[in-house]
């Protein structure tokens, strides 16, 4: 399986392209990766894959263990034409008390188990069959000696009485089997009477007059070495192993189920297997709650943040194998050491330019570009606080290879992303848009940049509302949405209204009024959340 790589869940241009970019080289340096984003690609984004011409990232909803990340008995099934015997034996070499049952196309059929098949020995219907010719041969260890039904279904006799006493007070019809020894008036009896099948224990010769009564009559006839005690005793274990499901439906589960609800499911049901099935309805094999142990996490490598909160849902149950980013470092644990990289730095597709160069490996025209992009838009075409000398070289080269004056097609970039046309109050405030967290208090910071801040403004209402409503429906003590202008060179800060307070301390301002102006304040990461954090960490 491949090792999934993304950054935060409401992916900004940054971490969509140092995804694809360190997907690229982790591929060329021979590992097995794929780019993933968390949510909806914001129009800066798409306006930077378009021109570069760079297919976007498929959407990645969680990274929760689901049932295809256990070690369960794949392909443990069985036709449910297969003998009972079949069952039994498969339930005690695989060492499993169960076993999923499915059609000639493989559909889940039903499961069985030991105890049904113990069940069916003690109670089940001993004088029906209902099998075919070949399960006979296979149980009965039998010799085919005449073939004319692929299909066997009647009522057993055995021939235990005498033999006049069966001529004279037994009917034999097409619906009996026989089983029967070298009692030749019997045999004789039996195919003219047209039995369905003739059983021969003890490898009982059939003359050739009978034998040809038999051809005449269509009378199926096997040869067993078997006596005729044991026989009996075995014959039911040749029945097909659908005729002994029972009249429950059986649960099941999809191999993209999440193993929380499996436990949860398992809770109340407490049964020891379940089937797996695929959404097509075809069976997978067995899942036994001791597999569970067993698990094989999703790998990932996370780009652009290292916070719980931003990450995939279920980023607890995942194995992180590395992170790289240029934030400060959050309360994210992992369960093994891993290689972190954090650079201060202004945008971590630079970091991922500093690993090309590193490792020696050819940029190509379209991986630039999107290294290109991450950098130009996290730095606002290296105007941002945050830009270093590492960025400007990183950008300085980048547009070399993407063939592009990097200050015009940053331009052209950040006014792809300015557009309100369209967009909601949510749009907006989701465009770019990261949680945090500091002493169990939990606040997002939603940045969107603009030229035009009295479109904004004149709704301003209606964004508040939206902050309001995030803030009460999540718990957050802060809901903030920084509007920035950069030809201004300042942001204008939204709030919820019961994070007023907020705002006053950090500003050290007094009734402040929203869509307060804050000049130089264009970093989020620089000028924004070290301030916030700051009160909440007092």
């Given amino acids: 399986m491949a090792t999934f790589i993304f950054g935060h869940k409401k992916p900004d241009t940054d971490s969509v392209m140092s995804a694809i970019g360190l997907s690229y080289l982790k591929n060329e340096l021979g590992d097995k990766t794929e780019p993933r984003v968390l949510g909806t690609i914001n129009k800066e984004s798409m306006f930077a894959l378009n021109y570069f011409n760079i297919s976007i990232p498929r959407y990645l909803n969680d990274v929760k263990l689901q049932v295809r990340d256990i070690n369960y008995h794949k392909n443990l099934f069985l036709k449910e034409t297969a003998p009972i015997y079949d069952g039994y034996n498969y339930m005690v070499k695989k060492n499993v008390t169960g076993i999923p049952i499915v059609k000639d196309n493989n559909d889940f059929s039903g499961i069985i188990t030991i105890k049904d098949t113990s069940r069916n020995i003690l109670r089940g219907d001993l004088d029906e069959l209902y099998t075919s010719y070949d399960n006979l041969i296979k149980v009965l260890k039998a010799k085919e000696v005449l073939r004319f039904n692929d299909e066997i279904m009647g009522k057993i006799l055995v021939a235990s009485y005498k033999s006049t006493t069966i001529l004279n007070d037994v009917k034999f019809t097409r619906d009996h089997i026989l089983i029967v020894g070298d ?12 039995v369905q099948l ?4 003890g490898n009982a010769e059939i003359k050739d007059e009978h034998l040809e009564i038999a051809k005449k009559n269509k009378v199926n006839i096997i040869k067993s070495g078997m006596d005729t005690y044991h026989l009996s005793r075995q014959i039911t274990l040749a029945n097909y192993i659908k005729t002994i499901f029972s009249n429950t439906v059986p649960t099941k589960f999809y191999d993209t189920d999440f193993i929380d609800d499996v436990i949860d499911i398992n809770e109340k049901q407490r049964h020891t297997n379940y089937p797996v099935i695929n959404k097509q309805g075809k069976c997978l094999g067995l899942l036994r709650i001791n597999d569970l142990s067993d698990k094989v996490p999703k790998k990932v490598i996370l780009v652009d943040h ?7 849902d279920g980023i607890e149950q995942a194995d992180i194998l590395e992170i790289f980013d240029h934030h400060n470092l959050s309360a994210l644990t992992t369960k093994a050491p891993i290689n972190y990289r954090n650079m201060a730095v202004g945008s971590t597709c630079t970091i991922v330019y500093i690993m090309f160069v590193e490792r020696k490996i050819k940029i190509p025209k379209s991986i630039a570009g999107a290294l290109l992009s991450g950098i130009l838009s996290d730095t606002l075409i290296l105007r941002s606080p945050t830009t270093t000398d590492r960025d400007k070289e990183a950008v300085h080269n980048l547009s070399k290879i993407a063939e592009v004056n990097y200050e015009d097609y940053g331009m052209e970039l950040l006014k792809a992303g300015t557009s309100l046309e369209g967009m909601t109050p949510e749009d907006v405030l989701y465009n770019d848009y990261k949680l945090y967290t500091v002493n169990n208090n939990k606040f997002a910071v939603g940045q969107f940049f603009t030229m035009n ?39 204008y800060v939204l709030f919820n209204q019961k994070g007023t307070n907020y ?14 102006f804050i000049e130089g304040c264009i970093s989020r990461k620089k000028h924004v959340i070290p301030l916030i954090m700051n009160i909440f960490d007092n």
């Fill in 183 to 194: 009692r030749h008036s019997v045999i004789e009896y039996a195919v003219n009477s047209g």
């Fill in 198 to 201: 003739l059983i021969l224990t």
């Fill in 453 to 491: 801040f009295d479109e904004i403004k004149k709704d301003i209402t209606k964004y508040v509302n939206t902050l309001n409503t995030v803030a009460e429906t999540n718990g957050f003590k802060l809901v903030c949405l920084y509007v920035t202008d950069i030809v201004k060179n300042g942001s």
């Fill in 503 to 516: 705002i006053e301390l950090i500003y050290e301002k007094q009734n402040v009024e929203e869509g307060l």
């Fill in 306 to 312: 290292n916070e719980p909160l931003q990450s995939a």
